[in-house]
């Protein structure tokens, strides 16, 4: 999906080589589920081995009253010892753990497994420990992190096959046209905690890049920083197959203005540049808040388009300006993040809120808020210790004027075909109609829904490059629709086919790898056998 979004590859998954269809992100917050718990009180008590003892704070300088602990099994916290590190600066993991010198540490508290959790979102490490020792005095006590690290140099999204599109509104014929995309990133970058990140899509008619960087904290202060560059050069599709009637501007593009096209395609140039910052709220929440201002070139455009939704003829909304236009946004987000594993989790809940609204104060021509939110939550099974079950639900909704790239897209919704990379859409086709309801009117539209069920499976598990492989299935209901036909069903669709609905499901296998996660899955064979 998009807003969680994997990319996926027709032809691969229809040649079935084992070739690696797409690589999902390594999303930067969650632990594994075979990193120890902190020590509990009983097992402090007991311990008769010589703590590790810091000259960060000398006895001579300690309250008297600050001598024992306050509650039984409730420790003060004299230091952080952090252990394992070869890449990592110590500085830089102290900085995920929300303790000082002198806090009450309750060792069955459930914020010291969160801390580890946190730790292991990060993506940097392969296991992370948390145990006790004994302080220099009595009722004090050493937090000790041991960590094992892991590759940084990760590749987060991986997608090439073919798909079918235009090279203009009046092409009659489609063309099948390869591609490739390919997201790489540091994400600890001289040991630092910093993320370098480069994206890129090569397509034989459409190409698009992104650079960005992300500090998680900016010196001694809690705010993260983020600065991003990005530029296309695409194409959109618009309405069914065929278009009803098309009437296109003077040459260069002139056409027949009676043409049945199979789609209105609009030739567009847009970059631009995103200013972020963010901040932890405790071990599993995290607030972002940025800037995106963005300009958009339309470089071919028909004059005007209409297509058939059920037995009515509609214009069809471009909803983009012609010539060159510019979007200005204000990004705001809200993640809690409590999975017990960074790449294949089995328990766990991670809710993701986001808002984006521009507004001509803010010197857009555009005037829209969009909102989304996606849960998903991981229930181990009982029958196995890797068997999970995923329960997700997504919601998004749009108000106002907003761009094509901006809506929700059906591509995005479903599994059987490819989904957008890197916000650019390859393929003309609709998405399949299985249940045969006015869906199938439906494109890029205000108003998105899903919600999916999946069953997990763990096949192998290593210690070496491969750390895990998992087969899934899942099975899911999507829907999408305009705020107009909230009111009002589209003509010609009776009963429960009026419902803007439609089936979704895959099949495939999950990779976990030193270099990134990789999935294949086999689901949009359906759209290459379409193809």
Do not use: K
Not at 45 to 70: G, K, N, V
């Amino acid at each position: 999906m998009g807003i969680g979004r994997f990319v996926r590859s027709p032809l691969l998954c229809a040649l079935a080589l084992g070739a690696l269809l797409i690589s999902q992100p390594v999303e930067a917050q969650a632990p594994a589920e075979n990193a120890p718990d902190a020590q509990p009180a009983a097992e402090l008590a007991a311990e008769s081995s010589s703590p590790e003892i810091s000259d960060d704070y000398p006895s001579d300088t300690w309250d008297a009253e600050d001598e024992s602990a306050e509650g039984p099994g409730r420790f003060r916290l004299e230091r952080i010892r952090v252990e394992g590190n070869d890449r990592t600066r110590a500085h830089v993991i102290r900085g995920y753990i929300p303790l000082e010198r002198g806090d009450m540490i309750d060792p069955e508290d459930e914020e010291i497994e969160a801390i580890r959790w946190r730790l292991l979102g990060t993506g940097w490490f392969r296991q992370v420990e948390l145990s006790l020792r004994r302080g220099t005095r009595r009722g004090w006590v050493v937090l000790v992190v041991r960590v094992r690290e892991r590759n940084t140099v990760v590749i987060e999204q991986l997608a090439f096959g073919v798909s079918e599109g235009l090279t203009r509104t009046t092409d009659t014929r489609t063309a099948i046209m390869p591609y490739a995309g390919v997201q790489l990133a540091e994400t600890n970058l001289f040991g630092l905690g910093f993320t370098l990140r480069v994206s890129a899509l090569g397509a034989q008619r459409q190409q698009a890049g992104r650079l960005s960087f992300i500090a998680p904290h900016l010196g001694d202060s809690p705010m993260a920083l983020s600065v991003a560059a990005f530029f296309h050069n695409g194409r959109e599709f618009f309405g069914n197959d065929p278009l009803v009637a098309i009437r296109c501007p003077p040459a260069p593009t002139a056409c027949d203005p009676a043409i049945e096209a199979r789609n209105a395609v609009v030739i567009y140039r847009r970059g631009g540049l995103e200013l972020g910052t963010g901040r932890d709220l405790g071990a599993s929440t995290r607030y972002r808040l940025s800037w995106r201002g963005e300009t958009v070139n339309v470089l071919a455009m028909p004059e005007a388009a209409s297509e058939r939704r059920g037995t009515e003829v509609r214009p069809i909304d471009f909803a983009i300006r012609r010539g060159q236009s510019y979007v200005s946004t204000i990004r705001t987000g809200l993640v809690y993040d409590r999975r017990d594993d960074p790449a294949l989790p089995t328990r766990g809940l991670l809710v993701d809120f986001a808002a984006d609204g521009a507004t001509h104060f803010l010197g857009s021509d555009y005037d829209f808020l969009r909102a989304s939110v996606r849960i998903q939550r991981w229930i181990p099974l009982p029958w196995g210790r890797h068997h999970s079950l995923r329960l997700g639900a997504f919601a998004g909704v749009i108000f106002g004027e907003a761009p094509f790239f901006y809506l929700f897209h059906s591509v995005d919704l479903t599994d059987l075909v490819p989904s957008r990379v890197l916000e650019m859409q390859l393929d003309r086709r609709a998405s399949p109609n299985l249940l045969g309801t006015s869906i199938a009117e439906m494109r890029a539209e205000e108003v998105a829904g899903r919600i999916d069920v999946e069953y997990g499976m763990r096949l192998y598990s290593g210690t070496g490059g491969v750390r895990a492989l998992n087969a899934y299935f899942s099975v899911g209901l999507y829907g999408l629709t305009d705020l107009q036909e909230l009111d009002r069903a589209i003509p010609g669709y009776r009963g429960a086919s009026r419902i803007p609905v439609d089936l979704t499901f895959d099949l495939g296998l999950r990779l976990d790898t030193d270099v990134g996660v990789f999935q294949l899955g086999f689901s949009n064979i359906l759209g290459f056998i379409q193809l």
